[in-house]
């Protein structure tokens, strides 16, 4: 009988369980006695993040974390990225040598600076990454969890482990590519969550749809700008972890970075917004750490530097527009240019 487990029970978590519950005989999806794990167990439903939505029969609840890693060939990571590293912390003890470690988690670790794969590896040493990959791309976990047709991508060191993993989520509402690129396809899905961030503070100020499709659209320059200086491919920012999670966490009305930046944008403080929001902000804390490294390897990041200067210097968010707007001329694609005599 074949065993997953998804560590982290909220709206990514139980929508992963369920997804995997479609492929794989038991999955036992653990969470944190806090989390109301009781309830969900007595209801069959995670009412707090993934309301409506029963749980078969074959996803077991626990808080147990030895008895959800015991006989697991998979392990999902499905916890905020500054809790990844605790949470792996209390699994080293547990985890078996055959279980493949899927990290869901999109942001980077604020302490360190370090993306989610080189925490694990940090936290459970290098042997860890023949087994390891990262699940990324366009996918709310509202819509997952109605079965509405999804693609992603997973990547991996390693190609068995890219294919053991793309064979235990596929079905036919969940696609699933393939790729190498490990640090691309993990800054895809950490960064896109500051553009969407602004994406919502400009929606919050009325602003039209020429604003939203320029950001989106200078977005994801500056994604790629960061994305290759810190590893990544610049091929992969043009894929479903690249601008297909920017499109749909700009436009979604699932987005929880949207509707922070959009409840930003209308007045209120940043301790509101995350309280109203209720579940994980992502790009709250990636703009944090994002901003410092941009600035320490000097990267043009204008649209990160106005989402810090909002949310951590006071700054109105149409004095940062303002700013943007104004600043000096440029090329569109610099690339070009250089290889053009007489421009
Ligand atoms: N919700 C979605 O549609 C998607 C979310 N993700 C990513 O998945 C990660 C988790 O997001 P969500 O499930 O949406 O967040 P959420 O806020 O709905 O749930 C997070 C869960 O993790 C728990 N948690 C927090 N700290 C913990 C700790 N130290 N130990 C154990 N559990 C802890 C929380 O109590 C909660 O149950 C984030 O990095 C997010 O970017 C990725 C793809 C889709
Ligand atoms: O990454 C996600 C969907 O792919 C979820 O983040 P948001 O809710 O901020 O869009």
């Known amino acids: 009988m074949r065993k997953a487990c998804v560590l982290g029970a909220g709206s990514w978590g139980t929508a992963q369980a369920l997804l995997l519950s479609d492929n794989i005989d038991r999955v036992v999806l653990w969470g944190r006695e806090e989390d109301g794990i009781e309830s969900i167990k007595e209801e069959r439903e995670n009412k707090r993040f993934l309301p409506g939505i029963k749980l078969p029969s074959n996803i077991e609840i626990s808080s147990d974390m030895a008895y959800a890693l015991y006989d697991a060939e998979l392990a999902i990571i499905a916890v905020p990225a500054q809790a990844v590293r605790g949470v792996v912390k209390s699994m080293a003890g547990y985890l078996e040598d055959k279980t493949y470690l ?4 999109k942001g980077i670790e604020i302490d360190t600076g370090m993306r989610m794969s080189q925490v694990v590896e940090d936290v459970l040493g290098g042997e860890i ?19 509405i047709p999804t693609v992603v991508t997973v990547a991996s ?51 039209g749809d020429n604003t939203k499709a320029a950001l989106i659209t200078r977005g994801l320059t500056e994604i790629t700008r960061m994305g290759i ?16 999670d920017l499109i749909v966490t700009c436009g979604s009305r699932y987005s929880r970075n949207l509707r922070a930046g959009e409840l930003i944008a209308r007045g209120y403080s940043l ?60 090329h569109e694609i610099e690339e070009i240019v250089n290889n053009i005599e007489g421009w």
């Not at 899927?102 to 988690?105: E, H, K, W």
């Not at 087994?131 to 819509?143: I, W």
């Not at 200086?229 to 297909?244: Q, V, Y």
Request: a positive charge.
């Open 271 to 330: 301790p509101e917004v995350l309280d109203k929001i209720g579940m994980v902000v992502e790009g709250v804390y990636t703009t944090r750490i994002v901003y410092k490294l941009a600035a320490k390897m000097g990267i043009d990041m204008p649209i990160t530097q106005a989402c810090y200067n909002v949310l951590y210097e006071g700054k109105k968010p149409e004095e940062e527009l303002n700013r943007i707007m104004s600043r000096q001329k440029k």
């Open 229 to 244: 200086a810190l590893g990544g491919d610049a091929r992969t920012f043009s894929g479903l972890s690249g601008i297909g």
């Open 129 to 147: 990454k023949s087994r390891f990959a990262v699940l990324s791309g366009p996918s709310h976990a509202e819509e997952v969890a109605r079965k």
């Open 157 to 207: 060191f390693k190609k068995e482990t890219a294919f053991y993993v793309q064979d235990a989520f596929m079905t036919t509402y969940f696609r699933v590519y393939t790729n190498p690129d490990v640090a691309g396809v993990e800054l895809g899905g950490a960064l896109k969550n500051i553009i969407a961030l602004a994406a919502g503070i400009v929606q919050g100020l009325n602003y």
């Open 102 to 105: 899927v990290n869901t988690a």
